[in-house]
């Protein structure tokens, strides 16, 4: 004869397994909150900045005014971090970020005009105070989308207790229109999972080009006023 128990709670025993990939991802997650590690590339980045207003101070004695609009500063997030491995079909491991991702610290300077900008390179590449390891001028070779900006990526030294330690910052340079049209294409278009139209990829394309023509108004309005000065 067989028995039935009523009311007793079926238990089910279920096993999750995580890929390579997520494991890996769930360890890039855990180390970026070290503080030793935020600190370090906090400190750099506020290095550079100090630096930049130096330069923003001299570049007001030399014109009457300062090039910088706004300048700010940022830590990409962990989760940024394993998507662009993956996007440029790197393994998704945190030593791998380190070695071959060079803006995971930022500064970004927002200037008026383009001769701001390239006057701030050339400053920076002449002085010697921090070591260029790599350059892109979007500005005069755009990405295929439209984006436009002077990236340079410097080695900025700080102490630790360990001794002394070399950090990449990246600075990305643009103009007030520069940044508008990267704004909107962050918004719209940049990084979005869901399908562009290339209708509306091309007309915000077409937006930077507009963009082009106002810099270059601006840089002859600039120019007559600080000739003035």
């Known amino acids: 004869m067989e028995h039935t128990l009523k009311n007793t709670p079926v238990v089910f025993r279920t096993r999750i397994e995580f890929s390579d990939d997520e494991i890996r991802r769930q360890e890039i997650i855990r180390r970026w909150k070290d503080e030793t ?3 370090e590339h906090s400190v750099a980045r506020n290095k550079v900045i100090d630096y930049i207003e130096f330069l923003n101070k001299l570049y007001i004695k030399k014109t009457g005014e300062g090039f910088a609009r ?3 500063s940022r830590m990409k997030t962990a989760d940024s971090i394993c998507e662009k491995l993956q996007r440029k079909g790197c393994k998704v491991n945190f030593d791998v970020a380190l070695t071959r ?7 970004r300077v927002i200037c008026f005009c383009l001769k701001d900008i390239y006057w701030i390179v050339n400053k920076i590449k002449s002085d010697g ?3 260029v390891i790599k350059e892109k001028d979007y500005i005069k070779h755009p990405k295929s989308n439209g984006y436009q900006s002077y990236h340079l990526i410097l080695g900025v030294p700080i102490e630790t207790p360990k ?3 070399m950090m990449r910052v990246e600075i990305q340079l643009r103009t007030i229109i520069m940044d508008a049209w990267a704004s909107v294409d962050q918004r ?3 990084k979005k999972k869901k399908r562009i139209s290339s209708k509306l990829k091309e007309r915000v394309k077409q937006y930077g080009k507009m963009g ?3 810099d270059d108004l601006i840089q002859v309005t600039l120019d007559e006023n600080y000739k003035k000065v």
Do not use: A, R, T
């Not at 991702?101 to 500064?107: C, P």
């Open 37 to 39: 590690f935020q600190h």
């Open 70 to 72: 706004h300048i700010e």
């Open 101 to 107: 991702l060079n803006d995971i610290s930022g500064v």
């Open 129 to 131: 105070k921090y070591q």
């Open 163 to 165: 001794g002394q330690k």
């Open 188 to 190: 719209v278009i940049y």
């Open 212 to 214: 082009n023509m106002l």
